[in-house]
């Protein structure tokens, strides 16, 4: 019931509900052309933790680097299995898609797939923490997370995931749950939790003052790559999120030294609705 | 181990039983939906009207074989779509199933492969999918998938939220009828077992225990009032289960533990 009652996230950035903000001091003066003019991502490592990348369709412009399959074994201590991925393919398409859309963004970014979706649904949530563990292991730089689990006994399992992620000045770009209800690691603050507007461009996105949900980017009836070498028009907060890891990407590859923080920062300051503040 | 001969006990505790399963019966009629597909397929009716789709259809997940099977279905396709089987990493609803995240596509046309298989099944490739996991517990217990909305190229949003809201009241229904369904199953099967005058071991044992207690036929009476204890703590919630779970096993424990005389 009381779920229900709750906003759910994406309505946040409706432009009825939109609120305008102000970036103070020197915040106010941090502009996009600062954050990410020039980049193209080159440098940066970007890991989508998903169902695999077709790494010869055209929307990822041959820019896979490599891949890794997780699955499920319950007879390890880890409870995963980690092998290289030699399939280079993607169970469904939405990996691609995620993918597509990052490499729209910065092209020049080297994009590694972490395939952790697999048949046996019971070790789902111990697959996508194995593969987010290598991701954060492995020199990563960026990690888009189109997925999450609502599992309240992996809580713990994912914050120590999400630390390790932040004192390694990794940043975490992770899709809100699609209805409105707790998802992991997308709650934690450490991370940068997206979900969907309406708007059509790729670079524009908005900053919500009432977080859990802190950002909202495109991701409403966008096309996206799909499985096949298709495309389709799809709808979901999965979409949103790598189109804020594609802008992560941009800023990292023009400011390597930015720590998660700095770069939640700069993403506020050039935020559709945070205007400097006005000089008196 | 006392030597179990068939006797006159034995007899009216097999009549007991019998009496047991009757009642057990009874009282399953009027509780149970006559089946699970009949609460499914009120499901998807509900569904495709609310959403104003052309179609509707839910599959539940087979965990030992992997699968999804789609167990009822409204609209288009509908006799096609019923007992078809799909793998767990294939498709839309497979990959709802997997990631427990809702997607909503159009244009699924586009996709020439997924039209083409599809239609070869079916008979009916839709134009846009908005795809739910029935969530229970935090396991997905099924997809729910409502097709081509009347008057409006995709499904938005706010389609998508409302759709997360029924599938969870859904869901709900279908593992409580679940639930019932298995418990009776489980509860009938072994009462049937045992009420048939066999000696096998079984049989010998639950004399045995029955027979350390007075009057064990009038035993049903407790047994059916426990059970309808257990009935009312189940609905109030996870944390008075656990806890009556907790109770029941420290006293399981020490009953088992505790010395009995002869």
């Given amino acids: ?280 | 181990m006392n030597e179990a001969t068939p006797d006159a006990s034995e007899c009216r505790l097999a009549e007991g039983l019998r009496r047991l399963v009757r009642a057990i019966e009874a009282s399953g009629r009027a509780i149970l939906p006559s089946s699970d597909d009949e609460l499914l397929q009120t499901v998807v009716e509900a569904a495709a009207r609310l959403f104003g789709a052309a179609a509707s259809s839910i599959a539940l997940v087979d965990d030992a074989e992997q699968m999804l099977q789609f167990r009822v279905a409204t609209g288009a396709g509908s006799g096609e779509v019923v007992g078809m089987r799909i793998p767990i990493d294939e498709g839309i609803a497979g990959y709802v199933a997997m990631t427990g995240q809702p997607i909503a596509v159009s244009s699924v046309q586009e996709d020439p492969r997924f039209a083409r298989e599809t239609a070869k099944k079916t008979g009916y490739v839709p134009r846009s999918i908005l795809a739910m996991p029935l969530v229970c517990d935090d396991r997905v217990i099924g997809v729910i998938e409502v097709l081509d909305k009347i008057n409006a190229p995709s499904f938005g949003m706010q389609d998508m939220e409302l759709l997360g809201i029924f599938a969870r009241q859904a869901a709900i229904a279908i593992r409580a009828s679940q639930h019932y369904q298995h418990l009776g199953e489980a509860l009938l099967g072994s009462i049937r077992r045992l009420a048939q005058e066999d000696t096998s071991a079984e049989m010998q044992e639950v004399q045995q225990v029955l027979a350390e207690t007075a009057e064990a036929p009038e035993g049903t009476d407790e047994i059916m009032a426990l059970a309808d204890i257990f009935g009312s703590i189940g609905k109030l919630g996870e944390a008075e289960r656990k806890a009556c779970l907790q109770i029941l096993s420290a006293f399981s424990d020490y009953a088992h533990s505790r010395p009995r005389y002869a």
């Avoid at chain 1, 919500?208 to 996206?224: L, Y």
């Avoid at chain 1, 999120?241 to 700069?266: C, S, Y």
């Fill in chain 1, 1 to 280: 019931m009381e779920e229900e009652a709750r906003p759910a996230w994406s309505s946040q950035f409706a432009a009825s509900a939109l609120r305008e903000l102000t970036a103070v001091g020197p915040i106010g003066g941090i502009t996009r052309e600062w954050a990410w003019g020039g980049s193209t991502g080159s440098g940066v490592r970007v890991a989508i933790v998903d169902s695999g990348i077709e790494s010869d369709h055209p929307a990822v412009g041959g820019q896979v680097r490599g891949g890794i399959i997780v699955s499920y074994d319950g007879r390890t201590k880890s409870k995963v299995r980690i092998e290289d991925d030699l399939e280079k393919r993607d169970l469904f398409g939405h990996g691609t898609a995620c993918a597509g859309i990052i490499h729209t963004l910065a092209p020049e970014a080297e994009l590694y797939s972490v395939r952790v979706l697999g048949r046996d649904l019971t070790g789902r949530a111990l697959q996508f923490a194995g593969g987010l563990r290598w991701a954060i292991e492995n020199g990563m730089h960026v990690i888009n997370l189109s997925l999450s689990t609502s599992r309240e006994e992996y809580y713990g399992l994912f914050h120590e995931l999400a630390d390790a992620a932040y004192f390694k000045n990794l940043m975490l770009v992770s899709a809100a749950n699609n209805v409105p209800s707790p998802s992991y690691p997308s709650l934690y603050s450490s991370v940068i939790s997206v979900a969907a507007h309406e708007g059509r461009d790729p670079l524009t996105f908005y900053y919500n003052p009432a977080p859990p949900v802190e950002f909202g980017a495109p991701g409403i009836d966008v096309q996206v790559a799909w499985q096949n070498k298709t495309t389709i028009v799809t709808t979901g907060n999965s979409f949103a999120a790598p189109h804020i890891a594609g802008i992560v990407a941009l800023i990292r590859g023009k400011h390597a030294e930015l720590t998660p923080f700095q770069i939640k920062t700069v993403l506020f300051a050039c935020a559709a609705n945070t205007h400097p503040e006005t000089q008196t």
